[in-house]
């Protein structure tokens, strides 16, 4: 933990920012140990073993989450770290970009459907679109009966047609090779033009695809303009490329670059947001 917090201290004097307000990088840097914070928003965890899911009841949340039981718990802990904390670096909301009553919403790369079920009842509606079948499953039970959310099976890139999946649990992801499970890829225009709706917030975790997947979204971010809160750690992202892409396609884009990811100190998230948002 100490080495942690110094090995951020350094960056940030490296870098000479704080990559986002002083206060919220004094909350990551000195935070207490998650695993503790976890618990503060943990009610309970039960596996439904014949189900092959596990009920967890997380506070602040509107109903039971379900994730597969092969889900790895103490990631799941951590997960709700970052989703249950404002503060912390890698969440999907800053105050210029926040979820509210009229917006439609993409989770790209929904996994365990955390998000979408911490903000769905804040959006109009809201697409988890996640390419794993067994998070498909669990996200059809956190949602079964709710119309305000929409699951769509499938992996985001910058083409249409089939890929495959290394299935590697909440890290899988897209192959450009010939190993791993066969899957649908979409992208999000065609996703657009086929359901007839446009993502006015687009959260984009899909494991190093970010790039590709901005690129297929070029003609939506161009024409609306949406919210954006996309992860930029991944190895194969750069994000001063994806700032520059995104620039491009909007140029009234305002950016905020957000926290460090150890050991190379790259951001961890990118948000983006039009200047009359």
């Not at 670096?89 to 926040?98: F, I």
Request: proline share 5%; with cysteine.
């Amino acid at each position: 933990m100490i080495r942690r917090r110094l090995e951020l201290i350094r960056q940030t004097i490296k870098h000479r920012s704080f990559r986002g307000s002083p206060w919220v990088w004094a909350a990551n840097v000195f935070c207490p140990p998650w695993r503790w914070l976890a618990e503060q928003k943990i009610i309970s965890i039960r596996e439904c073993s014949a189900l092959g899911i596990v009920r967890v009841m997380i506070r602040g949340a509107s109903h039971a989450l379900y994730v597969p039981s092969s889900h790895d718990i103490e990631m799941l802990r951590q997960i709700i770290v970052e989703q249950c904390y404002w503060w912390h670096w890698h969440g999907y909301e800053l105050p210029e970009t926040r979820i509210g009553f009229g917006d439609v919403v993409f989770d790209c790369g929904a996994a365990e459907g955390l998000f979408t079920l911490l903000h769905h009842t804040r959006a109009t509606h809201t697409y988890a679109i996640e390419p794993l079948p067994a998070y498909q499953s669990a996200l059809e039970k956190t949602f079964q009966g709710r119309s305000d959310v929409t699951v769509l099976p499938c992996a985001l890139s910058d083409f249409v047609g089939t890929g495959r999946l290394f299935n590697r649990g909440i890290s899988s992801a897209l192959s450009d090779g010939q190993e791993g499970a066969e899957v649908c890829v979409d992208t999000i225009d065609h996703v657009c033009e086929t359901l007839h709706v446009h993502p006015t917030f687009i959260k984009a975790d899909v494991e190093g695809s970010e790039q590709a997947l901005l690129r297929g979204a070029a003609t939506t971010i161009r024409r609306y303009g949406p919210r954006l809160a996309v992860t930029c750690y991944h190895e194969t992202n750069d994000c001063s490329e994806m700032v520059s892409f995104l620039t491009s396609l909007v140029p009234d884009y305002k950016f905020s670059l957000v926290g460090y990811e150890l050991p190379d100190g790259k951001p961890i998230m990118l948000h983006a947001w039009k200047t009359e948002s």
